[in-house]
């Protein structure tokens, strides 16, 4: 039996971790599920989104403003990061490789994240960046006797929204259903008039400034420092094992899992933190090899 103060720190950590998780991977599980493309350049966004959210909290620091207003720049460098590197990559390098194998395209997006890796510290130096402000700015509360940053709980409602916002486009939206129609086949959808070009730069734009929002979100509570990019990257491919590649709610459902793992292994046995992570993931794939929720996917004949 667990003690009271050690169950409440492993909810609320595993809380924190699982929202941490699921907006830096969602991104990945985005690009996948529509252009079946497992995007590992997907841990440069993330890098990206990071640096920038840290280098401009940092400088709109300098000026002696109020510092609530750098809660603002976060979503504002992810989507500048985003959008700029995400048009760049889609339409400059990976539209020539549409319909190419795809251990091909998994070469590609490596080395593309190297290029983002190299690119991180030719902008922003190899010295570390610490955003504090945002995470300063709301304070802490206690909770059962237990300090906790406010900022923490935010990440977790923002999580929620995104998860929900994303829910709601793909379902309820005109958009939405098109773009299903197109993740279940391509061929059909070209005849039918869609512009499936246009939704693949769009997805991979969104996954893109997803990626980078993770990085900026966690920017605030974290050492950013080179080599981040490739810590995310392996575990958001574990959380889209875990849940299904290509589906959403999978990537939602994966992240809980890995974050309470996480938590767990962390304070009743501390060794196993890593170790943990990847024992879910193979327990997981030995009876469900294609992950909780994967897409179904048809078969031509």
């Given at each position: 039996?667990?003690?009271?103060?050690?169950?409440?720190?492993?909810?609320?950590?595993?809380?924190?971790?699982?929202?941490?998780?699921?907006?830096?991977?969602?991104?990945?599980?985005?690009?996948?599920?529509?252009?079946?493309?497992?995007?590992?350049?997907?841990?440069?966004?993330?890098?990206?989104?990071?640096?920038?959210?840290?280098?401009?909290?940092?400088?709109?620091?300098?000026?002696?403003?109020?510092?609530?207003?750098?809660?603002?720049?976060?979503?504002?460098?992810?989507?500048?990061?985003?959008?700029?590197?995400?048009?760049?990559?889609?339409?400059?390098?990976?539209?020539?490789?549409?319909?190419?194998?795809?251990?091909?395209?998994?070469?590609?997006?490596?080395?593309?994240?190297?290029?983002?890796?190299?690119?991180?510290?030719?902008?922003?130096?190899?010295?570390?960046?610490?955003?504090?402000?945002?995470?300063?700015?709301?304070?802490?509360?206690?909770?059962?006797?237990?300090?906790?940053?406010?900022?923490?709980?935010?990440?977790?409602?923002?999580?929620?929204?995104?998860?929900?916002?994303?829910?709601?486009?793909?379902?309820?939206?005109?958009?939405?259903?098109?773009?299903?129609?197109?993740?279940?086949?391509?061929?059909?959808?070209?005849?039918?008039?869609?512009?499936?070009?246009?939704?693949?730069?769009?997805?991979?734009?969104?996954?893109?400034?997803?990626?980078?929002?993770?990085?900026?979100?966690?920017?605030?509570?974290?050492?950013?420092?080179?080599?981040?990019?490739?810590?995310?990257?392996?575990?958001?491919?574990?959380?889209?094992?875990?849940?299904?590649?290509?589906?959403?709610?999978g990537a939602m459902i994966g992240a809980i899992i890995v974050g309470f793992a996480r938590a767990f292994s962390v304070?009743?046995?501390?060794?196993?933190?890593?170790?943990?992570?990847?024992?879910?993931?193979?327990?997981?794939?030995?009876?469900?090899?294609?992950?909780?929720?994967?897409?179904?996917?048809?078969?031509?004949?």
């Open positions: 039996m667990l003690p009271m103060l050690t169950a409440i720190a492993i909810i609320v950590d595993g809380l924190g971790f699982s929202a941490w998780l699921f907006l830096s991977s969602v991104g990945l599980t985005l690009i996948y599920g529509v252009m079946r493309i497992l995007n590992i350049a997907h841990g440069g966004f993330y890098a990206l989104g990071a640096y920038s959210a840290a280098w401009s909290i940092g400088l709109y620091s300098q000026t002696g403003s109020t510092i609530a207003l750098t809660f603002l720049l976060i979503p504002v460098a992810a989507l500048v990061a985003g959008v700029v590197s995400g048009l760049l990559i889609e339409r400059g390098i990976l539209r020539f490789m549409y319909g190419k194998d795809e251990i091909l395209m998994v070469l590609v997006t490596y080395a593309i994240f190297l290029v983002l890796e190299d690119v991180t510290k030719l902008i922003w130096g190899t010295d570390s960046y610490v955003a504090y402000q945002p995470a300063f700015y709301f304070g802490s509360i206690d909770v059962l006797g237990i300090p906790y940053t406010v900022y923490r709980f935010i990440v977790i409602g923002v999580a929620a929204v995104v998860g929900a916002a994303l829910w709601w486009a793909l379902n309820y939206t005109r958009s939405g259903k098109l773009l299903m129609v197109v993740i279940e086949d391509r061929e059909v959808s070209a005849s039918l008039g869609i512009n499936v070009t246009l939704f693949f730069t769009v997805t991979f734009v969104v996954g893109a400034v997803l990626g980078a929002f993770g990085g900026a979100v966690a920017a605030p509570e974290i050492s950013v420092t080179p080599g981040i990019g490739a810590e995310i990257i392996v575990l958001a491919f574990a959380v889209i094992v875990i849940g299904g590649m290509g589906s959403v709610g304070h009743v046995y501390p060794p196993a933190e890593l170790f943990s992570i990847y024992l879910v993931m193979a327990v997981v794939l030995a009876f469900r090899p294609y992950g909780l929720f994967a897409l179904a996917e048809g078969r031509k004949i």
